[in-house]
Antibody, heavy 121, light 110 residues
Framework: EVQLLESGGGLVQPGGSLRLSCAASGFRFSSYAMSWVRQAPGRGLEWVSGITGSAGSTYYADSVKGRFIISRDKSQNTVDLQMNSLRAEDTAIYYC??????????????WGQGTLVTVSS | EIVLTQSPVTLSLSPGEGATLSCRASQSVSSNYLAWYQQRPGQAPRLLIYGASSRAIGIPDRFSGSGSGTDFTLTISRLEPEDFAVYYCQQYSSSSPMYTFGQGTKLEIK
């Protein structure tokens, strides 16, 4: 059974940094692309960032480009999201997610339960 | 950027009825790279349909997807109580950004 467990959320001041981590299990980790998707309170889904199975390619939404960095560690089966220069509009539940294939351009078939990030002074 | 517009925003129906949800793209979605997700309150989303019309593993056959190009539809026949949720379409064909979601359709009990 696929399991994705996020950690690292919390309250941070505007301009601050936070690192989210996702521990994956139940599948061959390096064979699948992974993404972070967020959902602001009461709002819809927004894809944030993705990384291919080989970690050869990373992708970002324009809203986070230059501020967030996605990475993965195949020895630990984890995917991280380093978030810098945080803004109030980054406040959201952040979901770790697994795609159905190793590369880009394919849908998400598994999701974690999410971790809440609140950016406020 | 491909913008996805879902309609209606809210759909009020009774259990046993059929539902038709629409997703319109601002430009053609190549290879029909269009997925549908269901999100129940307090839960993470769940993949229902990918490739516009292929059901994901474990999804009941009362869920079906259709469409191509810029117009896509999710049809739910014989609504069950657990089907009342928010539904999102998502395209995964564009390069910038790679993935975009529609704003969602809330399916509520009438």
């Amino acid at each position: 059974e696929v399991q994705l467990l996020e950690s690292g959320g919390g309250l941070v001041q505007p301009g601050g940094s936070l690192r989210l981590s996702c521990a994956a299990s139940g599948f061959r980790f390096s064979s699948y692309a992974m993404s972070w998707v967020r959902q602001a309170p009461g709002r819809g889904l927004e894809w944030v960032s993705g990384i291919t199975g080989s970690a050869g390619s990373t992708y970002y939404a324009d809203s986070v480009k230059g501020r967030f960095i996605i990475s993965r560690d195949k020895s630990q089966n984890t995917v991280d999201l380093q978030m810098n220069s945080l803004r109030a509009e980054d406040t959201a539940i952040y979901y770790c997610s697994k795609h159905i294939k190793t590369g880009g351009y394919n849908p998400i078939d598994s999701w974690g339960q999410g971790t809440l990030v609140t950016v406020s002074s | 950027e491909i913008v996805l517009t879902q309609s209606p925003v809210t759909l009020s129906l009774s259990p046993g009825e059929g539902a038709t949800l629409s997703c319109r793209a601002s430009q053609s979605v190549s290879s029909n790279y269009l997925a549908w997700y269901q999100q129940r309150p307090g839960q993470a989303p769940r993949l229902l349909i990918y490739g516009a019309s292929s059901r994901a593993i474990g999804i009941p056959d009362r869920f079906s997807g259709s469409g191509s190009g810029t117009d896509f539809t999710l049809t739910i026949s014989r609504l069950e109580p657990e089907d009342f949720a928010v539904y999102y379409c998502q395209q995964y064909s564009s390069s910038s950004p790679m993935y975009t979601f529609g704003q969602g359709t809330k399916l509520e009990i009438k």
